[in-house]
């Protein structure tokens, strides 16, 4: 019989309960125990929709995130957070986010650094390692929680991340090796593994997905050293790997002395018959068979199609499992009521994947009449899908046939248009600025909610809104902010707010998706062809630049950040989605212009997100991707300066590409990685300007005017003074005023005193 089992459950709830606990308790409206209860609570939730499965993970639920989480687990805390007062999850929440509840804000310390889990939008908190890193082991969570799961009946299955994979994952605060830890850290590995055992576990899920990018030999035989030490434990190990193919870690993976290896069967199936031949007879081989990071309904047909002769291979050393964790898909489908019947019948979230594994499971260990019905029901929707008049526009397509390079290409190069820039702007040296968003207080949110439940007329709406935008740009003409922002008061996200302008896109109520502690989104579904009906941002921008005589930007978010932040088509080409997306992006720039607007920022936060796992992918990637924000953007004239942001993406890598994306501006992430990410530009001379962000907007900590000032002149050793700005690492959205008021009085108090040090 084949074995059911899953490699995570999306842990924020159904209805985000998490997100609104964990806000709760940092803001000391509830106690620790309180939390606890609603983490207990949502395990017991999540492990009753996997009830079905012959095994279900338990390890996978986090209070944050689940490297942090492991990095409790081997007790490796950084040292500024080990000797801080409170209990291990106020310590657990300062290197989170540099503080935990409101009554140790006193204890606030620098958070630890955040960066993207592998090409998801997930962001996990970086390991840090120094020379003398010592780990103890803390399994006190685990063993909790395998209780708790049979307590219900269930077969539990913990779940850790690998030893290889967590220093692959961290970084070293010194100029040390992370690979010689790794002699230190498998006792404890080891420790953990029979402590499991003396708790009767008989399996234990080891991710390992490093195995899935490029390595070196080093890296390569601290797989073999690493999992030759472990192979004595008594629980059987299960190696999981996901979001790529082996390739030339394949032989190295199969080879490993472990019980099973788990394969991403939707990015790796051409690699399931080596694996299923590698393999020695008396291993599992567990195949991820449902896509666990798109919304699609699976083609239940065509991959029995497929699995069958893999099953009749292997019998019961088959497992099935979805491809990876279902983190990066919302819970339930069942509890949309207002999606276009059509569209909901083509996807599935994490229940009704789980419902589709045991139908192929079912199938294989009864045959496919047994499950006839479904098989059906399941033909039905993708033939829908595929014939369907919402998903195919002859006339886009027509248009992205048309495109050509000269769509991509500035008219004058950059300093000539930097020029042009300044005479209009006039702006100072060191300009200050911010990335977009303002705090979306309370009162914005419900103004937002009555007016889509048609509680409040759209001209009431409207008001509202323009109040909010007048009060944001008060607040930045008296803070001596350079060039102002319209505070995106009238977004719901940066993404969502353009879907629901762009015909192609459909909306779930409740789809909401991690993508940090309790930061979520609700990703658009990107299902068809895509085209802008009218203008989606120009009156906010042109009434908010109504109220100052000060230079404003119009926001908006770019063609590459859209398409990777939307859970995308896949029957075709995603580059194919962007070129669409770029021409719609461009239409709206050029209505900004047209309307008077001198600056246009267009994010790119998440064109590093899109990146392949393999260097040997990365430049048709990046050649479709650039062009498709070149498409956006160079529509202008010289004088509009175009500015771009990206947030939390390690780019040293592929600094010449961004560099062809040619934006006048440039702001990144720098401030938690304290300007090491700014090393790039040491050994490549970054042609346009640069706004290293000095101010942490995921921490509630308050930057002083020195610390901004300190990170600047690190800057200024690597970029020429005068193309340097001044701004905050992210938007504000998620922030206080109360907090965001004195953060910015610190920054442009530090650029002032910088443009005192150059005259």
């Not at 248009?417 to 300009?431: E, I, Y």
């Amino acid at each position: 019989m084949v074995t059911t089992h899953n490699l995570g459950f999306p842990r924020i709830g159904a209805r985000r309960e998490l997100k609104f606990a964990q806000e709760a308790f940092w803001k000391g409206q509830i106690t620790e125990e309180e939390l606890q209860i609603t983490g207990t609570d949502l395990r017991r939730q999540h492990w009753h929709s996997q009830r079905n499965l012959d095994r279900v993970p338990v390890g996978d639920f986090s209070f944050y995130d689940q490297v942090l989480d492991m990095s409790f687990t081997l007790g490796n805390l950084p040292k500024r957070v080990k000797e801080t007062g409170g209990s291990t999850l106020d310590r657990y929440f300062r290197v989170a986010r540099g503080r935990s509840g409101q009554e140790f804000s006193c204890c606030g310390v620098q958070a630890g650094e955040m960066t993207k889990w592998f090409d998801t939008n997930y962001h996990y908190i970086v390991p840090e390692f120094q020379r003398d890193t010592r780990f103890r082991l803390n399994a006190d969570r685990l063993v909790e929680q395998i209780a708790e799961a049979r307590a219900q009946g269930l077969s539990p299955k913990p779940v850790i991340i690998g030893p290889v994979t967590y220093l692959w994952l961290g970084k070293a605060k010194d100029e040390s090796d992370r690979l010689t830890l790794l002699e230190s850290l498998l006792p404890v590995y080891s420790e953990l593994l029979d402590l499991l055992a003396d708790h009767s576990v008989d399996w234990v899920q080891v991710d390992e997905p490093a195995l899935v990018t490029d390595l070196d030999a080093d890296w390569r035989h601290a797989f073999s050293l690493a999992y030759h030490h472990l192979k004595a434990s008594t629980p059987k190990l299960l190696v999981t790997t996901y979001f790529g193919e082996l390739r030339e870690n394949l032989q190295l993976a199969c080879e490993l002395p472990v019980a099973g290896l788990h394969l991403d069967a939707i990015s790796a199936r051409q690699e399931v018959a080596r694996v299923a031949d590698w393999l020695l007879p008396h291993k599992q081989l567990s195949l991820g068979v449902i896509n666990g990071r798109n919304i699609w309904r699976t083609d239940l047909e065509e991959t029995l199609d497929w699995l069958e002769p893999v099953h009749e291979k292997l019998g019961n050393r088959l497992w099935l499992a979805p491809s990876c964790s279902l983190l990066h898909v919302p819970v339930d489908l069942a509890s949309e009521e207002t999606l276009d019947p059509e569209i909901r019948s083509w996807l599935a979230f994490a229940i009704q994947k789980l419902d589709e594994l045991n139908i192929l499971a079912t199938a294989l260990n009864h045959g496919r009449t047994a499950v006839r019905k479904q098989l059906a029901e399941s033909a039905a929707a993708v033939s829908s899908r595929k014939t369907s008049e919402q998903v195919h526009n002859p006339s886009v397509r027509a248009r992205t046939a048309d495109i050509s390079p000269a769509l991509g290409q500035r008219r004058s190069p950059y300093p000539e248009r930097t020029t042009a820039q300044q005479q209009k702007l006039g702006l100072p040296c060191f300009p200050t600025t911010t990335i977009g968003s303002f705090p979306q207080t309370r009162d914005i949110r419900q103004a937002r909610l009555q007016f889509r439940k048609g509680e409040l007329t759209e001209a009431a709406y409207t008001q509202r809104i323009r109040e909010e935008v007048r009060h944001c740009i008060a607040e930045q003409e008296a803070l001596g902010l350079d060039v102002l922002v319209h505070g995106e008061a009238e977004r719901n996200d940066m993404v969502e707010y353009f879907g629901e302008q762009l015909a192609g896109y459909a909306f779930s109520q409740f789809g909401w998706v991690q993508s940090y502690g309790s930061r979520c989104v609700k990703p658009p579904i990107l299902f068809g062809d895509i085209s802008r009906p009218r203008a989606m941002t120009v009156e906010w921008i042109r009434y908010a630049q109504s109220l100052t005589e000060k230079p404003l930007k119009g926001m908006l978010t770019g063609p590459v950040t859209i398409l990777n932040w939307s859970f995308v088509r896949d029957d075709q080409p995603r580059r194919e989605s962007c070129q669409q997306l770029a021409l719609a992006i461009r239409e709206e720039v050029l209505d900004l212009e047209a309307a008077g607007v001198g600056i246009i920022q267009i994010d790119e936060a998440a064109l590093r997100e899109g990146l392949p796992l393999r260097k040997s992918d990365w430049n048709e990637y990046l050649d479709w991707a650039i062009q498709a924000f070149r498409i956006a953007a160079n529509g202008v004239r010289d004088e509009t300066q175009i500015h771009t942001h990206m947030c939390y993406s390690q780019f040293n890598d592929i600094i010449e590409a961004i560099a062809r994306m040619d934006a006048d501006v440039i702001t990144i992430e720098t401030s938690r990685s304290d300007m090491e990410l700014l090393d790039a530009f040491r050994g490549f001379q970054y042609p346009n300007s640069i706004g290293p962000g000095v101010y942490d907007i995921h921490s509630p900590n308050i930057p002083d005017s020195e610390q901004i000032r300190s990170l600047m002149v690190k800057a200024a050793e690597r970029i020429p003074a005068e193309r340097l700005w001044v701004n905050p690492d992210c938007g504000l959205k998620t922030r206080q005023w109360e907090e965001v008021i004195p953060a910015l009085r610190s920054m442009v108090a530090a650029a002032r005193g910088l443009r005192e040090g150059v005259q």
